[in-house]
């Protein structure tokens, strides 16, 4: 078996980037591995508008380190009051993507997010006609339905119907978490697609009470069951194009973490194709990465693969305890623990 793993450079199809002293933190992980990521809307306030989202692009170009580059694709945060021309205004502009739909309530900072899809609909509309692409955190949001259904109650209500009603919209299914995600997804008309996260495919829900409740591997939609990442790994090995690398890396301070009412996230962007390459190889399936990682996202969103490649190498290292966070420190996946590829260039 070779040691080294050139690829195409990839790019991460769903990312938290924070800002200020936060994204200048974690940027350069991200920067020294991938060429482009979706950048997720959800700050507080939301980037609800093509003109925030300029600005917040500006700002993020502005923090990437010197001799990396790295291109911020954007999308815009919808909201039950979100106007049609808004969809116009991003479209022009060029730099955005998309537009991310939290149900109002489901994870991080998505209490402005949409309290019922119908309200949206002709945003969606017009986002079919112009061409961006909808991405979607498919949670329901009632107290009555268990935290681990709720994916699967979030295809029927409201996704099957939605795909069904805009039969030209294109969707990603973000950070899919259940073996009924990877089925309806490969199911699905043309312009369907998902992401899938790193920690998804390699841990199942035991892993947030392994020996006492562990809040680093909180995240939301939350870790699920073997049979599910079973399924997840499945699907990302399997090499369907209709799904790719998105790493959800969310960070959040450690002392949010380790708190009576945690936040949801995991940061991953410090081994953000590491965990991956580790994810595949336990699936013998490593040869399926680079399309996984580099080819399959650009495809979907119709932008050219990147031309530049990265190398790994295999020769184990170990994430620290934590890293710098502004302020604060975060502690990443793997702390303290072996990862079996290392980044070269
Ligand atoms: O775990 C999560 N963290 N899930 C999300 O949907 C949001 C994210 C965040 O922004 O922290
Ligand atoms: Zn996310």
């Known amino acids: 078996m070779s040691d080294l793993l050139t690829l195409r450079r ?17 940027l350069p992980h991200t920067a020294q591995r991938f060429a482009r990521a979706v ?5 507080k306030p939301p980037v609800t508008t093509t003109t925030l989202a300029r600005e917040y692009r500006d700002r993020i170009r502005a923090a990437v380190p010197q001799g990396l580059r790295f291109e911020p694709l954007m999308t815009l945060y919808l909201t039950d009051n979100m106007p049609t021309a808004e969809i116009d205004r991003a479209r022009e502009a060029g730099f955005v993507v998309g537009c991310k739909l939290y149900p109002a309530g489901a994870t991080t900072h998505s209490d402005a997010g949409v309290t019922d899809v119908a309200r949206i609909d002709a945003v969606l509309e017009r986002m079919a006609e112009v061409g961006l692409v909808l991405q979607v955190h498919g949670e329901v949001t009632h107290e009555a339905v268990d935290v681990f259904d709720r994916e699967q109650r979030f295809i029927d209500d409201v996704l099957a119907p939605l795909v069904a009603r805009h039969p030209t ?16 997804v490969r199911g699905a008309r043309a312009g369907v697609g998902a992401t899938i996260t790193p920690q ?24 699920k069951t073997e049979d599910d990442r079973h399924a997840l790994l499945e699907a990302a090995t399997s090499g369907d194009p209709r799904f790719f690398l998105g790493t959800d890396s969310a960070p959040h301070a450690r002392h949010t973490k380790e708190n009576a009412c945690g936040c949801a996230g995991m940061y991953s962007a410090h081994a953000g194709i590491e ?14 990465l680079p399309a996984f990682a580099a080819d399959f996202g650009a495809d979907f969103y119709g932008l050219p693969r990147n031309e530049d490649t990265i190398t790994l190498q295999r020769r184990p290292w170990t994430p620290p305890a934590s890293y710098d966070f502004g302020t604060d420190r975060i502690v990443p996946m793997f702390a303290g623990e072996s990862l079996n590829w290392s ?3």
């Open 343 to 345: 980044l070269v260039s």
């Open 275 to 288: 965990l991956y390459a580790l994810a595949f190889e336990r699936a013998g399936a490593l040869a399926r």
């Open 169 to 184: 919209l294109r969707v990603v299914f973000e950070h899919i978490t259940t073996r009924a995600a990877v089925e309806f």
């Open 39 to 43: 950048i997720m809307p959800n700050l």
């Open 200 to 223: 998804h495919l390699l841990y199942n829900r035991n892993e947030i009470f392994r020996g006492g409740i562990r809040p680093h591997y909180y995240c939301l939609p939350i870790l």
């Open 10 to 26: 990839p790019d991460d199809w769903h990312l938290h980037l924070r800002d200020g002293a936060a994204m200048q933190a974690v």
